[in-house]
T-cell receptor, first 112, second 114 residues
Framework: ETGVTQSPTHLIKTRGQQVTLRCSSQ?????VSWYQQALGQGPQFIFQ???????GRGNFPPRFSGLQFPNYSSELNVNALELDDSALYLC???????????FGQGTRLTVV | AQSVTQPDIHITVSEGASLELRCNYS??????LFWYVQSPGQGLQLLLK??????LVQGIKGFEAEFKRSQSSFNLRKPSVHWSDAAEYFC????????????FGGGTRVLVKP
């Protein structure tokens, strides 16, 4: 059984650019959630995907978008990067319903 | 809207001493509650969870937590801390009605003195 894997582990982008982060969910899990964790803060919910559809969204602008694929892996896309987008982006996979979420190691995004 | 408060930003404890981390939540229905631990630059590891039933839950690494509905609390405890317990700890509340979105507290950083 493989855990949640994210790529890349680190990324440096320039303000205004676009970025794509990837997540492979744990075997069997059908739900993927994305979180943003700024330095020194707790993770903030961005959105969740279930069966390839967005299933809940936090307080993030539309330039944060995502996809979920038939194999339940997922992408997070951020357009028009801003300096404040610098953070650790965490992906979590789970089953739908009241169950625990398992997190990947995260992607550290730095916007300069 | 759900929210989580972790009143202690930093806690320093001596190795071998007991540890208690506080967590207070706000949620209109029965919450699902979690404690996660994060080492520097790493992802989150689940320590324990509460969905229903026995209000005292046991987790990994010798941790336990007690759900107190009357106090809206879910405090984490460990009887004897090891140096490897130094990390950041996050309490989170989940809600099925919100698609299992987790709302996290701001975290408590635990430092362990030899």
């Amino acid at each position: 059984e493989t855990g949640v894997t994210q790529s890349p582990t680190h990324l440096i982008k320039t303000r205004g650019q676009q970025v794509t982060l990837r997540c492979s969910s744990q075997s069997g899990h059908n739900t993927v959630s994305w979180y943003q964790q700024a330095l020194g803060q707790g993770p903030q919910f961005i959105f969740q995907y279930y069966r390839e559809e967005e299933n809940g969204r936090g307080n993030f602008p539309p330039r944060f978008s995502g996809l979920q694929f038939p194999n339940y892996s997922s992408e997070l896309n951020v357009n028009a990067l801003e300096l404040d987008d610098s953070a650790l982006y965490l992906c979590a996979s789970s089953f739908q319903g009241p169950t625990e979420a398992f997190f990947g190691q995260g992607t550290r995004l730095t916007v300069v | 809207a759900q929210s989580v408060t972790q009143p202690d930003i930093h806690i320093t404890v001596s190795e071998g001493a007991s540890l208690e981390l506080r967590c207070n939540y706000s949620y209109g229905a029965t919450p699902y509650l979690f404690w996660y631990v994060q080492s520097p630059g790493q992802g989150l590891q689940l320590l324990l969870k509460y969905f229903s039933g026995d209000t005292l839950v046991q987790g990994i690494k010798g941790f336990e937590a007690e759900f107190k509905r009357s106090q809206s609390s879910f405090n984490l405890r460990k009887p004897s801390v090891h140096w490897s317990d130094a990390a950041e700890y996050f309490c989170a509340v989940g809600a099925r009605a919100a698609g299992n979105k987790l709302t996290f507290g701001g975290g408590t950083r635990v430092l362990v003195k030899p």
